[in-house]
């Protein structure tokens, strides 16, 4: 009887244990799962803050580098690229103190690929989005190629309460096409070539680009990249087939006449005068004209992406002209 006494007892004691153990093993599992459960909140909040809506919900990716006490220098890109093409002028600032904020055009880059709304009137409108979320204040804009539009048209738009300065780098203002009232810009011809060869196989389109007239290495003498060639191309093959289409109409014909005449900032154009993009005679010159006060640089020499051929230059002048 003892016996079996004990063998009940060990038995009770047995499946006790058995018992807290599997407890244990469910609380530990909770927790892992808890732990779990906020790392991929963590990470989604990680995502999320990469991101800022629009006003009509597209996702922007927005870059925000340096400390955040810092002077502001926002970057709009160029077509077709994305805010990667600024990436040696905001390590540059970054690295003296400066918060540097880029953000990938709708369309381009990591941002949202809209079938609708690829016009400059959004870009300025997503733009101002990507300030006012930020709560940017006193910033300088530097807007290159498609990019000066962008600015341009923002300021036009959404004046210059956030805005202390603005640098127009091979900007397409105040018109690029030929137009009744243009008779000078860039012939229809080259604006339906572009539109044609977008459609017919953009891949080639872009390898012709950079490895041609945008590095201005179609120009004798000139030393080749084939790192700045496949840059460009990768940049541009990541963005939308139907936003970079419907962006050569926005970047040709927008006409920022009237959006340089509010401008009331100090305001730097700097141009390369070799530009074949985007000749300077009737864009960074006629820019300079209407802007008033404005100082322009021309880079001698210098080709449409002087962002990357010139960028020590370039970088010095950007420096320069915001500590001023």
């Known amino acids: 009887?003892?016996?079996?006494?004990?063998?009940?007892?060990?038995?009770?004691?047995?499946?006790?244990?058995?018992?807290?153990?599997?407890?244990?093993?469910?609380?530990?599992?909770?927790?892992?799962?808890?732990?779990?459960?906020?790392?991929?909140?963590?990470?989604?909040?990680?995502?999320?803050s990469q991101f800022v809506a629009a006003n009509d919900g597209t996702p922007l990716y927005v870059k925000d580098w340096g400390p955040k006490n810092g002077q502001v220098v926002v970057f709009s890109h160029g077509w077709p690229l994305s805010s990667d093409s600024w990436e040696s002028q905001m390590q540059f600032l970054a690295e003296r103190g400066y918060r540097v904020i880029a953000h990938d055009r709708r369309g381009h880059g990591r941002s949202g690929q809209v079938w609708a709304n690829n016009t400059m009137d959004q870009y300025a409108d997503?733009?101002?989005?990507?300030?006012?979320?930020?709560?940017?204040?006193?910033?300088?804009?530097?807007?290159?190629?498609?990019?000066?539009?962008?600015?341009?048209?923002?300021?036009?738009?959404?004046?210059?309460?956030?805005?202390?300065?603005?640098?127009?780098?091979?900007?397409?203002?105040?018109?690029?096409?030929?137009?009744e009232t243009n008779p000078q810009g860039v012939p229809t011809a080259v604006f339906d070539t572009l539109r044609k060869a977008s459609l017919d196989n953009?891949?080639?389109?872009?390898?012709?680009?950079?490895?041609?007239?945008?590095?201005?290495?179609?120009?004798?003498?000139?030393?080749?990249?084939?790192?700045?060639?496949?840059?460009?191309?990768?940049?541009?093959?990541?963005?939308?087939?139907?936003?970079?289409?419907?962006?050569?109409?926005?970047?040709?014909?927008?006409?920022?006449?009237?959006?340089?005449?509010?401008?009331?900032?100090?305001?730097?154009?700097?141009?390369?005068?070799?530009?074949?993009?985007?000749?300077?005679?009737?864009?960074?010159?006629a820019t300079a004209k209407l802007v008033k006060g404005a100082r322009l640089i021309e880079y001698a020499n210098g080709p449409h992406g002087i962002t990357d051929t010139h960028k020590d230059r370039l970088n010095q002048d950007l420096l320069d002209f915001v500590r001023q």
Request: aromatic share 8%; charged share 15%.
């Open 1 to 48: 009887m003892k016996a079996l006494n004990r063998i009940a007892l060990a038995t009770t004691i047995a499946i006790g244990s058995m018992g807290s153990l599997a407890t244990q093993a469910q609380a530990a599992d909770t927790t892992q799962t808890a732990k779990a459960n906020a790392a991929a909140q963590a990470a989604q909040r990680a995502v999320a």
């Open 202 to 285: 953009r891949a080639q389109l872009y390898k012709d680009i950079a490895s041609g007239p945008f590095f201005g290495f179609n120009r004798q003498g000139a030393k080749v990249s084939t790192g700045q060639i496949d840059s460009f191309y990768n940049q541009g093959m990541q963005a939308s087939s139907k936003g970079t289409y419907d962006s050569i109409a926005a970047f040709f014909y927008s006409d920022f006449r009237e959006d340089l005449k509010k401008f009331n900032i100090p305001t730097l154009v700097i141009h390369g005068a070799d530009d074949q993009i985007v000749p300077i005679e009737t864009t960074g010159r």
């Open 126 to 179: 997503d733009l101002d989005a990507v300030l006012t979320a930020l709560n940017v204040k006193n910033a300088t804009l530097v807007g290159f190629s498609t990019g000066g539009g962008e600015v341009a048209r923002y300021i036009g738009r959404h004046g210059t309460a956030r805005v202390a300065k603005a640098v127009l780098v091979g900007a397409i203002t105040p018109i690029m096409g030929q137009t």
